[in-house]
């Protein structure tokens, strides 16, 4: 057993996480391993990309030490990839209480909150994000979403014009921005930044050819798409097609 786990860890530590697993699978026949082999067992898998596997290793370890944060941040990252949200929040909310000041276990308790559609909490755990880690705009955009999705528009419009301003909008970020228009009443407005969608698409309307209609098609699926979204903002889903048309060829 201990020239076996001196293999295994000698393939751990140099990235071979195939061989690795395979030498610590023979010292959990030999040995009653601790929550440590279930860790690093856990960890090769994740890098092998087994999120089933990883989960079982990493339970094991939660088992054997309820205390490890290192194991519960990344059984919360491997349920989040496997889109099972209830069970990562549930670690979070432990990490949450074990380290109240971390922006990163805020930030992932909003991702989580957002997957299971509970956009108040998440504005919540967005806004604790934040305050944490005022430096970092990495809570802005979930934030502006979360707000809109919420009903806050008005919040959700500062968060989105901060968004724009203070970071390299994307094209998500002008859709966005003009479905809070479009919630808000403001057409133009809302035509306009659908406009800035389509122009930031590959080149949009500065492209030609295929390159323009990849951009206008991106944008009419991503209003299809959208749509469930507009109508829990209280916007008519009728209004989409029509809009679309507006946009696309109202200057001919």
Known sequence: PEALSLIAEFYFSHGYYQQALSSFALVTELVSPGADIYQKMGHARQKLGDYEGAVVDYERAEMLDATSDWTLRRLARCYMALHRPEEAL????ILDSRRPDSAATALNIGRCLVELERYDEAVAAYYKSEYLDNKSAKALRPLAWCLLMAGDLHQAGKYYERVIAETVPTP?????????KLAE???SEAMNFYSLNISARNGGENATGTAHKAAVDGFIADMREDAKY???????ADLVPLLTDAILYGDK
């Open 185 to 187: 009443g403001k057409f």
């Open 90 to 93: 549930e670690r979070l909310r």
């Open 172 to 180: 998500e970020d002008y859709l966005n921005m003009g479905h809070l």
């Open 230 to 236: 507009l109508r829990r903002i209280g916007v008519d």
